[in-house]
Nanobody, 117 residues
């Protein structure tokens, strides 16, 4: 059974930082691209950051220079370091795994991030 479990969300003031974590189980982690998505109220889910097994990364323009995605293949973990947070970063953040061989994907349950003073 595949499980992706996010943690690390919460309430933070503008300009603050949070680190999200996602623990994966039930998949061959190194054979999956790992992504962070977010969905704000009334908006579509959007891709925030992506990382493949070799470490190549990609970011949404809105978070470039502020967010950093990383992964630990041995621990089956993926992280999202979020700095200089803005109110518009408020959303539910989801961990996503995509199998490189067949495109099957899996989702976590999401973790709420609220940026507010």
């Amino acid at each position: 059974q595949v499980q992706l479990v996010e943690s690390g969300g919460g309430l933070v003031q503008p300009g603050g930082s949070l680190r999200l974590s996602c623990a994966a189980s039930g998949i061959i982690f190194s054979r999956h691209a790992m992504n962070w998505y977010r969905q704000a109220p009334g908006k579509q889910r959007e891709l925030v950051a992506a990382i493949i097994s070799g470490g190549s990364t990609n970011y949404a323009d809105s978070v470039k220079g502020r967010f950093t995605i990383s992964r630990d293949n041995a621990k089956k973990m993926v992280y999202l370091q979020m700095n200089s947070l803005k109110p518009e970063d408020t959303a539910v953040y989801y961990c996503n795994a995509v199998a490189l061989m067949n495109g099957f994907d899996y989702w976590g349950q999401g973790t709420q991030v609220t940026v507010s003073s």
